[in-house]
């Protein structure tokens, strides 16, 4: 009855929460109180267990804890291990559901220990029977990669069935599985594949229609309640899973494992009271956790502030570098644990208001210890500050001078700039994060996230961290070809450094370098598990396990005393050959995040990729305070050349623009609800655009001075040769005034000539404008001819086209007329007088008789028409019968001799009509040619004068430069 009420608790009661147990617990008793544990020790049923070996009689969990860890001073803190009720218990409970070959399901906040546990299950159960593997869901994770990376781990030697070697049972460990999202159907298809293999033993191939057996797989998952990006888990596949809510540990528990933590540490310290220290500690802690956890809280702008116990965690790990030879007093460690506070709490705040209320809430632990924060300040003139790399030994002590800090980090900056170029200002607030990211980079397993607007210096920091820390820098290089396979290989390139040679990396990213999704999935499973799943090719997997498996087999034949052991050892790490690749890229890799707050951007990756928070420790950079903003201009105007006696002064102007601006973006924002970003990035451009008007302006200003200095030389040259011309002016003067007289002769006589000359030219001008005058009068008169001739000539050529249209027939017809028609014969006798013949029919008649008759009228001269056939003409042409489609209708050819009268009378007309103007254009042309000869020769004269002209120029020229 007893197991049966155990199994009843932790079955159906399992999934509650700590709160809801007390309500089962009773529910428990009121159903069977008989065999229910007593409780007048402990609470509910849920902190005994039946021991089998003591006849089924309830036990504490308690009783099974050890209340004394003891383990080596060498163990790295990662590898710590101290158990708790909690721990214990679920540790049991997790060993009999994997020996029934349940999938289960645990729930725990973030931070209970939920994936810790598993990971120490998993590696007490051993290599030999089971093979464990990790995926890491997200919010974008696939159903079709999860099926792949499932499926790598199995080997296939028949259709359709997977299956472990050695047969083995596969455990796969998926994480926060309740975060994918939901599809346009509500569904989530990763889970919903789970589902799949929990119902029906497997799934679909992705490209045949064949179904895949997958043979002894074990599922454990894990998530968080839902809240952010975690949603539910659909309860079909909710129903598969055995459900684990593993509850936070009491505060009580909380304490003992920092504690034990601490106490392991500085047990090792000769002084009496820090020896009494770690419970102290650990409880100060616990409440500035607890204060902060309930005071601030995540919203949309501080989306990271997300504690919980990983960050207690790391407040122990930097007390763990504490040395006994240097920390001699209560106050120094206390003053280390202050640090480790700071870094992980402070440092996370985004204004100065939150960091405020932050030192007062670690004012209230300090207190206790009779000290202050603002004590400690005063002692160090500043922030408090913990480095190795100012101490022979690496020795983690306090900074006492920050001008000895400062200056070691410009001789760092000095050595880094020779082969690169990192301009920077290494002002307080600089060198202060500068140190902080060295902190993370020196922390085992430690990465890094820095949050900052543009120009803040997160990248740079990081670098010269880097180098201050001695670690290789990598970062994907972006180009225009950067795509997805080219990030993977640069991750490639960081695991061969960090998993086979062993050396330490920082891996440098920011937003720029993730794309899209796939960048975010494969950079939330490097936080989280030191490794990627697909990222390898199956030749690539086998180099990697032959390199690590030769460097395990070496160390295992050089530490194996007999051939048996080492063979049995040799076995094992084959095993464990990728193991240790992962492990030791989690060892050497260090990944820094460089991400900008701005927009909803980092908000959506820590809804959809919680790692990114819980996997690093995250470092707020604020804006640049106003001494910093003065130290950057004062080194930006020594580097450009500005005069000693002026760089303060333009120094503090640059400074003072930034702050009044950022005042009244400050301002906008209260009174428009307007947000606009000044930027660091700003206000390097503010100095960047007053280094190139600046320059611009020298430039100019040289420009004017080299002109001055070149006209004052050109000046005094000048002068010079004005005090020679004066001598030699002197000199000359008097035999310029004996030439004077000949010179004026030669002048009166030039004018006389030129007077002449001006008289000819007038002269000229006068007739030429007579002769042009009659020329426009000629060329008038002959284009009035030309354009009435030209519009009597078509009429003429069309009448004798139609002459040559005439064929025998059409005169045939005429000639046969015996009577011809009127206007038959009126045409014919018209054309009778033209050709001089008697105007009759018979005479026509005769006239057509001959072969040539329309040759000889086609080409008829119409100048050889006389005034009087004119006339004789007009008198038929102006009959009323005479009309040319009224004789065309009667005959044809008729009508064509009319076309061809009409047009010679029209022609004639207008020849008589020009005759005139023809006359009278030839008398102008004659006018003209007389002008043209006339002006000729006063031209000839004009030549002679001026060259008599010339003549006298030239001699008075002669006597003037004689003179």
Same mark, same amino acid.
């Given at each position: 009855e007893?197991?049966?009420?155990?199994a009843?608790?932790?079955?159906?009661?399992?999934?509650?929460?700590?709160?809801?147990?007390?309500?089962?617990?009773?529910?428990l008793?009121?159903?069977?109180?008989?065999?229910?544990?007593?409780?007048?020790?402990s609470?509910?049923?849920?902190?005994?267990?039946?021991?089998?070996?003591?006849?089924?009689?309830?036990v504490?969990?308690?009783?099974?804890v050890?209340?004394?860890?003891?383990?080596?001073?060498?163990?790295?803190?990662?590898e710590?291990v101290?158990?708790?009720?909690?721990?214990?218990r679920?540790?049991e409970?997790?060993?009999?559901?994997?020996?029934?070959?349940?999938?289960?399901l645990i729930?725990?906040?973030?931070?209970?220990?939920?994936?810790?546990?598993?990971?120490?299950?998993?590696?007490?159960?051993?290599v030999?029977?089971?093979?464990?593997?990790e995926?890491?869901?997200?919010?974008?994770?696939?159903?079709?990669k999860?099926?792949?990376?499932i499926?790598?781990k199995?080997?296939?030697?028949?259709?359709?069935?997977?299956?472990?070697?050695?047969?083995?049972t596969?455990?796969?460990?998926?994480?926060?599985?309740?975060?994918?999202?939901?599809?346009?159907?509500?569904?989530?298809?990763?889970?919903?594949?789970?589902?799949?293999?929990?119902?029906?033993?497997?799934?679909?191939?992705?490209?045949?229609?064949l179904?895949?057996?997958?043979?002894?797989?074990?599922?454990?998952?894990?998530?968080?309640?839902?809240?952010?990006?975690r949603?539910?888990?659909?309860?079909?596949?909710?129903?598969?899973?055995?459900?684990?809510?593993?509850?936070?540990?009491?505060?009580?528990?909380?304490?003992?494992?920092?504690?034990?933590?601490?106490?392991?540490?500085?047990?090792?310290?000769?002084?009496?009271?820090?020896?009494k220290?770690?419970?102290?500690?650990?409880?100060?802690?616990?409440?500035?956790?607890?204060?902060?956890?309930?005071?601030f809280?995540?919203?949309?702008?501080?989306?990271h502030?997300s504690?919980?116990?990983?960050?207690?965690?790391?407040?122990?790990?930097?007390?763990?570098k504490?040395?006994?030879?240097?920390?001699?007093t209560?106050?120094?460690?206390?003053?280390?644990?202050?640090?480790?506070?700071?870094?992980?709490?402070?440092?996370?705040?985004?204004?100065?208001?939150?960091?405020?209320?932050?030192?007062?809430?670690?004012?209230?632990?300090?207190?206790?210890?009779?000290?202050?924060?603002?004590?400690?300040?005063?002692?160090?003139?500043g922030?408090?500050?913990?480095?190795d790399?100012?101490?022979?030994g690496?020795?983690?002590k306090d900074?006492?001078?920050?001008?000895?800090l400062?200056?070691?980090?410009?001789?760092?900056?000095?050595?880094?700039?020779t082969?690169?170029?990192?301009?920077?200002v290494?002002?307080?607030?600089?060198?202060?994060?500068?140190?902080?990211?060295?902190r993370?980079?020196?922390?085992?397993r430690?990465?890094?996230?820095?949050?900052?607007v543009?120009?803040?210096?997160?990248?740079?920091?990081?670098?010269?961290?880097?180098?201050?820390?001695?670690?290789?820098?990598?970062?994907?290089?972006?180009?225009?070809?950067?795509?997805?396979k080219?990030?993977?290989?640069s991750?490639?390139?960081?695991?061969?450094k960090t998993?086979?040679?062993?050396?330490?990396?920082?891996?440098?990213?920011?937003?720029a370098?993730?794309?899209?999704?796939n960048?975010?999935?494969?950079?939330?499973?490097?936080?989280?598990?030191?490794?990627?799943?697909?990222?390898?090719?199956t030749?690539?997997?086998?180099?990697i396990r032959?390199?690590?498996?030769e460097?395990?087999?070496?160390e295992?034949?050089?530490?194996s005393?007999?051939?048996?052991?080492?063979?049995?050892?040799?076995s094992?790490l084959?095993?464990?050959?990728?193991i240790?690749f992962?492990?030791?890229?989690?060892?050497?890799?260090?990944?820094m995040?460089c991400?900008?707050?701005?927009?909803?951007?980092?908000?959506?990756?820590?809804r959809?990729?919680?790692?990114?928070?819980?996997?690093?420790s995250c470092?707020?950079?604020?804006?640049?305070?106003?001494?910093a903003?003065?130290?950057?201009a004062?080194?930006?105007?020594?580097?450009?050349?500005?005069?000693?006696k002026?760089?303060e002064?333009?120094?503090?102007i640059?400074?003072?623009m930034?702050?009044?601006?950022?005042?009244?973006?400050?301002?906008?924002?209260?009174?428009?609800k307007?947000i606009?970003?000044?930027?660091?990035?700003?206000?390097?451009?503010?100095?960047?655009?007053?280094?190139?008007?600046?320059?611009?302006?020298?430039?100019?200003?040289?420009?004017?001075?080299a002109k001055?200095?070149?006209?004052?030389?050109?000046?005094?040259?000048?002068e010079?040769?004005a005090?020679?011309m004066?001598t030699?002016?002197?000199?000359?003067k008097?035999?310029?005034?004996?030439?004077?007289?000949i010179?004026?002769?030669?002048?009166?006589?030039?004018?006389?000539?030129?007077n002449?000359?001006?008289?000819?030219?007038?002269?000229?001008?006068?007739?030429?404008?007579?002769?042009?005058?009659?020329?426009?009068? &000629?060329?008038?008169? %002959?284009?009035a001819?030309?354009? $009435? /001739?030209?519009?009597?000539e078509? @009429? !003429?050529? #069309?009448?004798?086209?139609?002459?040559?249209?005439?064929?025998?027939?059409?005169?045939?017809?005429?000639?046969n007329?015996?009577?011809?028609?009127?206007?038959?014969?009126?045409?014919?006798e018209a054309?009778m007088?033209?050709v001089?013949?008697?105007?009759?029919?018979?005479?026509?008649?005769?006239?057509?008789?001959?072969?040539h008759f329309?040759?000889?009228?086609?080409?008829?001269?119409?100048?050889?028409?006389?005034?009087?056939?004119?006339?004789?003409?007009?008198?038929?042409?102006?009959?009323?019968?005479f009309?040319?489609?009224k004789?065309?209708?009667?005959?044809?050819?008729?009508?064509?001799?009319?076309?061809w009268?009409l047009?010679?009378?029209?022609?004639?007309?207008?020849?008589?009509?020009?005759?005139?103007?023809?006359?009278r254009?030839?008398?102008?042309?004659? &006018?003209?040619?007389? %002008?043209?000869?006339?002006l000729? $020769? /006063?031209?000839?004269?004009?030549? @002679? !004068?001026? #060259?008599?002209?010339?003549?006298?120029?030239?001699?008075?020229?002669?006597?003037?430069?004689?003179?």
């Amino acid at each position: 009855e007893r197991c049966f009420i155990y199994a009843l608790a932790w079955s159906i009661g399992g999934t509650v929460d700590e709160a809801s147990r007390k309500d089962f617990d009773q529910v428990l008793r009121d159903i069977d109180a008989t065999h229910c544990p007593n409780l007048t020790v402990s609470g509910t049923i849920y902190d005994f267990y039946v021991n089998v070996d003591k006849g089924g009689e309830w036990v504490l969990w308690e009783e099974e804890v050890r209340q004394k860890a003891t383990f080596s001073q060498d163990i790295p803190y990662h590898e710590l291990v101290i158990d708790t009720v909690d721990s214990v218990r679920n540790r049991e409970l997790l060993k009999v559901l994997i020996q029934a070959k349940n999938s289960i399901l645990i729930i725990g906040s973030v931070g209970v220990g939920k994936t810790c546990l598993v990971h120490s299950m998993i590696k007490i159960l051993g290599v030999e029977a089971y093979h464990s593997f990790e995926i890491l869901f997200s919010g974008n994770t696939s159903a079709g990669k999860i099926q792949d990376i499932i499926e790598s781990k199995f080997e296939s030697h028949s259709r359709g069935r997977l299956f472990q070697p050695k047969n083995r049972t596969a455990i796969c460990f998926t994480d926060d599985i309740n975060m994918p999202k939901k599809d346009e159907y509500g569904s989530q298809p990763p889970l919903e594949l789970l589902r799949q293999w929990m119902d029906y033993g497997g799934w679909y191939d992705k490209e045949k229609i064949l179904f895949k057996e997958i043979k002894s797989l074990l599922l454990i998952a894990a998530m968080a309640p839902r809240s952010g990006g975690r949603g539910e888990v659909p309860p079909r596949a909710l129903a598969k899973f055995h459900i684990l809510n593993f509850i936070m540990p009491s505060e009580k528990q909380v304490i003992r494992v920092f504690n034990i933590i601490a106490d392991h540490k500085l047990q090792t310290f000769e002084d009496d009271e820090i020896k009494k220290m770690p419970e102290e500690l650990a409880t100060s802690t616990y409440n500035i956790f607890k204060a902060i956890s309930q005071l601030f809280l995540p919203t949309p702008n501080k989306c990271h502030y997300s504690f919980n116990l990983r960050d207690m965690s790391k407040i122990f790990q930097g007390l763990q570098k504490a040395n006994k030879t240097f920390y001699e007093t209560k106050e120094t460690v206390l003053c280390l644990w202050v640090h480790e506070c700071i870094c992980i709490f402070n440092d996370r705040m985004v204004n100065l208001e939150d960091r405020s209320q932050f030192k007062a809430i670690l004012n209230i632990e300090l207190n206790k210890y009779s000290m202050s924060y603002e004590d400690i300040q005063a002692k160090y003139k500043g922030e408090l500050l913990f480095v190795d790399f100012l101490h022979e030994g690496a020795i983690y002590k306090d900074v006492k001078d920050f001008e000895v800090l400062r200056k070691h980090l410009e001789v760092k900056l000095a050595a880094f700039n020779t082969v690169s170029n990192l301009n920077i200002v290494l002002f307080k607030d600089a060198v202060y994060n500068l140190c902080k990211i060295y902190r993370i980079l020196k922390m085992a397993r430690c990465h890094g996230l820095l949050l900052g607007v543009g120009g803040s210096g997160r990248h740079s920091l990081a670098r010269l961290a880097g180098t201050v820390a001695n670690m290789e820098l990598i970062s994907p290089e972006m180009t225009r070809k950067f795509d997805h396979k080219t990030f993977r290989a640069s991750v490639k390139n960081v695991f061969r450094k960090t998993g086979q040679d062993k050396k330490h990396v920082i891996f440098l990213l920011s937003e720029a370098e993730l794309l899209d999704d796939n960048y975010l999935e494969d950079l939330s499973q490097m936080l989280t598990n030191a490794d990627i799943p697909g990222l390898y090719t199956t030749e690539e997997l086998r180099s990697i396990r032959d390199y690590i498996g030769e460097s395990l087999r070496k160390e295992v034949q050089l530490s194996s005393l007999n051939a048996a052991a080492g063979q049995q050892q040799l076995s094992e790490l084959q095993e464990e050959t990728y193991i240790k690749f992962t492990k030791n890229i989690s060892d050497h890799l260090h990944v820094m995040l460089c991400f900008s707050p701005v927009g909803s951007k980092f908000r959506n990756y820590c809804r959809d990729y919680p790692a990114i928070l819980n996997a690093t420790s995250c470092i707020w950079f604020l804006g640049w305070p106003e001494n910093a903003l003065m130290e950057v201009a004062k080194k930006f105007v020594k580097d450009s050349g500005i005069p000693e006696k002026q760089q303060e002064p333009i120094a503090s102007i640059i400074s003072y623009m930034h702050m009044s601006a950022s005042e009244t973006i400050a301002k906008m924002k209260d009174e428009r609800k307007r947000i606009f970003y000044l930027t660091p990035t700003h206000y390097m451009d503010l100095m960047k655009s007053y280094a190139k008007i600046k320059e611009e302006k020298e430039k100019e200003l040289e420009l004017y001075k080299a002109k001055l200095i070149n006209g004052l030389a050109k000046f005094k040259e000048t002068e010079k040769k004005a005090d020679v011309m004066s001598t030699e002016t002197t000199i000359k003067k008097q035999k310029n005034m004996e030439q004077v007289k000949i010179s004026g002769d030669f002048a009166q006589q030039l004018e006389a000539e030129y007077n002449k000359i001006a008289k000819q030219e007038a002269h000229i001008k006068a007739r030429a404008a007579i002769r042009d005058k009659q020329k426009e009068e &000629a060329e008038t008169l %002959l284009r009035a001819a030309d354009e $009435e /001739l030209a519009r009597a000539e078509p @009429k !003429l050529e #069309e009448a004798k086209k139609a002459l040559e249209e005439l064929k025998a027939g059409d005169l045939a017809e005429v000639r046969n007329y015996t009577t011809p028609p009127n206007e038959v014969k009126s045409v014919l006798e018209a054309v009778m007088v033209i050709v001089g013949k008697a105007p009759t029919w018979t005479s026509a008649k005769k006239a057509m008789t001959d072969a040539h008759f329309i040759k000889d009228i086609r080409e008829y001269d119409v100048k050889k028409l006389s005034d009087s056939q004119l006339k004789d003409l007009e008198s038929h042409t102006k009959k009323q019968d005479f009309k040319i489609t009224k004789i065309t209708s009667i005959s044809y050819a008729a009508g064509n001799f009319a076309k061809w009268v009409l047009a010679i009378e029209d022609c004639a007309k207008a020849l008589r009509s020009i005759e005139p103007k023809r006359k009278r254009r030839d008398l102008a042309l004659d &006018a003209i040619a007389k %002008l043209d000869k006339e002006l000729q $020769e /006063l031209q000839e004269e004009k030549l @002679k !004068l001026a #060259e008599k002209i010339g003549i006298l120029s030239t001699q008075k020229k002669q006597a003037e430069d004689i003179k």
